[in-house]
């Protein structure tokens, strides 16, 4: 199984990025898909969490309205379009997949998460 988040960079304060999400040796439709962040001595923050029909999405207080989660299941890709981007938004992303929990529940308490991929490190700098 391999996840790969790829689509960071440097950008400035109110500039975008968009994430994305290549999942193999999985089915993906069977799977919730998280976007989490994290900052070296900070709390992990789970970003959004989109269900596996892309019927329900979560977004973090922090991210709403400026964030948007989505996922192309025949391509076996999920993407996160981020806008609007903050200094507070610096961080390495990651995506992960899991199939025990809702959106919901997977961004705000998840302790196992079935995959992870590797990050990618996002900065919003002037």
């Known amino acids: 199984v391999q996840l790969q988040a790829s689509g960071g960079g440097l950008v400035q304060p109110e500039g975008s990025l968009r994430l994305s999400c290549a999942v193999s040796?999985?089915?993906?439709?069977?799977?919730?898909i998280g976007w989490f962040r994290q900052v070296p001595g900070k709390k992990r923050e789970g970003v959004s969490c989109?269900?596996?029909?892309?019927?329900?999405?979560y977004y973090a207080d922090s991210v709403k309205g400026r964030f948007t989660a989505s996922r192309d299941n025949t391509k076996k890709m999920a993407y996160l379009q981020m806008n609007s981007l903050k200094p507070e938004d610096t961080a390495v992303y990651y995506c992960a997949a899991d199939q025990s929990y809702g959106p919901r529940d997977l961004c705000t308490r998840a302790t196992y998460i079935d995959y992870w991929g590797l990050g990618t490190q996002v900065t919003v700098s002037s």
């Open positions: 989109i269900s596996s029909s892309d019927t329900e999405t």
């Open positions: 040796g999985i089915t993906l439709k069977n799977y919730v």
